[in-house]
């Protein structure tokens, strides 16, 4: 059963959910994908934290997490070193889908003494992509639109500073690619895999939501990876 618990970084309040008994392996942290949350993770935060100390967070502007009119992609990377300041975690996994892998990487990058072992589950490159104007859905969100059209045109036009950022990545990297029924290209992949220099790709074919579509799959990949 995990717990549910806020603390406030950065002055933003975020939301958190912590499960498993701990030990003597580092603990795990969560980023989940633009639009998503924390409860995302259910399936693999319960497997993982069989063994392990689990961290699930809501990133600004997402799920129970304050929604503050101020995003950006380094915001939440910032958000993320803070909460790993304030729990005092000195070392950690990292396991970041899609927008989480992108804060996932810079965060490894900013840090890297902070990551020892990073998973990037279908997450974009930092190149430029050709993307159309993100359409909001209809009716009640539980992310805050705004959100989503500050951070998309970052992600369609990266920093050219990200893709220098990932050669500083120190950590034993982890890059799944969800095979051709993902909506990104596979050289995005390559170009990680290339730029990371202790990276291993892998394709797990199963679309983009992989940890959804295969969570039982994607758990004992990522569990085999982790483990010490």
Excluded: C
């Excluded at 600004?60 to 939440?76: I, K, N, Q």
């Excluded at 003494?113 to 430029?128: I, K, N």
Aim: glycine share 8%; proline share 7%.
């Amino acid at each position: 059963m995990a717990e549910h618990l806020t603390l406030t970084v950065n002055g933003v309040r975020l939301a958190y959910q912590e499960a498993g008994a701990g030990g003597d392996a580092p603990p795990v942290v969560l980023l989940h994908a633009l639009g998503e949350r924390a409860e995302d993770w259910a399936l693999v935060r319960d497997a993982l934290a069989r063994e392990r100390r689990v961290y699930a967070l809501d990133l600004r502007g997402h799920g129970l997490s304050e929604w503050p009119a101020r995003y950006s992609v380094e915001l939440m990377r910032d958000d993320v070193l803070g909460f790993l300041d304030a729990l005092g975690l000195d070392r950690i996994d990292l396991v970041g889908h899609s927008l989480g892998g992108v804060v996932a990487y810079l965060v490894a990058a900013e840090q890297p003494h902070r990551v020892g072992r990073l998973v990037l589950e279908d997450a974009p490159a930092p190149l430029p992509r050709t993307s159309a104007a993100p359409v909001r859905p209809e009716g009640e969100l539980d992310f805050d639109w705004a959100m989503v059209l500050a951070v998309r045109p970052e992600l369609d036009r990266p920093d050219p500073a990200w893709s220098d950022a990932l050669e500083r990545i120190t950590a034993d990297t982890l890059v799944i690619y969800g095979g051709p029924t993902s909506h990104l290209a596979a050289a995005s992949f390559d170009e990680i895999a290339a730029r990371i220099p202790k990276a291993r790709l892998i394709t797990l074919p199963h679309g983009h939501l992989i940890h959804a579509t295969a969570p039982e799959e994607f758990t004992a990949t990522v569990s085999a990876f982790l483990a010490p």
